[in-house]
């Protein structure tokens, strides 16, 4: 018996795709400094993946996802797509992110990370 697992959008949860989403959570547990300074970076050599880092990814966007994104993802998922196709290295932080999608707190931008991850429209966010 073969199980399969497909990963569906209404099964994430989107509301913490929001600034609004993270409305009330204790301030202790919200680490805003070290969230935006976390690191994203694309087209990184293979010499580069094998160091191990605290707080970096070694991101690779699937060109060709054609699977199903909420309007937030999207819009990541398209500046991330952009910013691998057209440099030849790139290392962007979170907090750039938050600042170029207009967003008030990284935390948003962390999960929709980490279900473009689950979805399969990224790879290299775990």
Known sequence: MEITRI??????????????????YPEDLLDIERDCA??????????????ACK?????????????TLSSGQRELYEAMLYLQQNTVHSVVTVGQLMTKLNL???????????NL???NAIDGYA
């Not at 990963?7 to 009330?24: A, K, P, T, Y």
């Not at 976390?38 to 160091?51: G, M, P, T, Y």
């Open 117 to 119: 991850q689950t979805l």
């Open 55 to 67: 707080d970096v990814y070694y991101i690779v966007v699937e060109p060709d996802y054609e699977g």
């Open 38 to 51: 976390c690191q994203l970076i694309f087209n990184a050599s293979d010499e580069e993946k094998q160091q």
């Open 7 to 24: 990963n569906h959008i209404e099964n994430l949860q989107l509301f913490l795709e929001q600034d609004s989403g993270w409305v009330g």
């Open 104 to 114: 008030k707190t990284p935390m948003p931008v962390l999960s929709r990370l980490d």
